[in-house]
């Protein structure tokens, strides 16, 4: 075995793969989170959603959250289109990833970049809308349910965070990008 092939750097095709079905199962929980806000804008919570939603929050002690306080912060948000806006930017975020890990999967450069905007897009409008919600939840319900939509803010950064530096990583990894792009030497025999 010579020394220097020790050290050579091989490009690392099966890290991008793996990278790229974990970008898959991301971008189908971005979709879902995505498509519930959707809804959340169109058609807002049942009346028993909202019971069930507030059930625990006023359970614990406190000036209870009434389901009038829950309709004034739902038209609120709608008003403010936070719903759409945090649903437009999960489910182009979750769709660029979808077909990213797809292009990454195939080994093609233009998915890590794909992935990587999408992941930047619901980075940003997700918690840009996720901050909007929480204002208006903090104008017209408690402190407990408040706590939930503040949780929102962190659970929406993390996750986009999160997909962000997976989605990048065979961006800024030698071996992963080697593996994007093979390097391929063409010798010319006649110009020797």
């Known amino acids: 075995m010579n020394g220097s092939s020790m050290f050579d750097v ?14 898959l199962v991301g971008s189908l929980i971005v979709l879902t989170y995505g498509y519930a806000d959707l809804q959340a804008h169109r058609f807002g919570l049942s009346e028993e959603q909202v ?16 389901g009038e306080d829950f309709r004034t912060f739902e038209a609120e948000a709608r008003e403010d289109s936070a719903f759409l806006i945090r649903a437009v930017s999960l489910l182009t975020s979750g769709t660029m990833l979808f077909v990213g890990a797809l292009f990454l999967l195939r ?10 905007g999408g992941a ?18 903090r104008a017209h319900m408690q402190e407990a349910v408040v706590t939930t939509y503040e949780a929102w803010v962190y659970i929406c950064g993390a996750t986009m ?9 065979p961006l800024l990894n030698l071996r ?7 390097l391929r030497l063409v010798v010319d025999e006649e110009s020797e």
Do not use: F, H, W
């Open 120 to 137: 930047l897009i619901g980075l940003l409008g997700g918690v840009g809308a996720s901050l909007m919600v929480r204002e208006s939840a």
């Open 161 to 169: 965070g999160l997909c962000l530096g997976v989605a990048a990583l």
């Open 10 to 23: 091989r490009p690392d095709k099966k890290g991008v793969k793996n990278v790229a079905r974990a970008l």
């Open 176 to 182: 992963a990008r080697m593996a994007l792009q093979p």
């Open 107 to 116: 080994l093609r450069r233009i998915g890590a970049y794909l992935s990587t």
């Open 51 to 66: 019971d069930t939603l507030l059930a625990t929050p006023n359970a614990q002690g406190g000036e209870p959250t009434t």
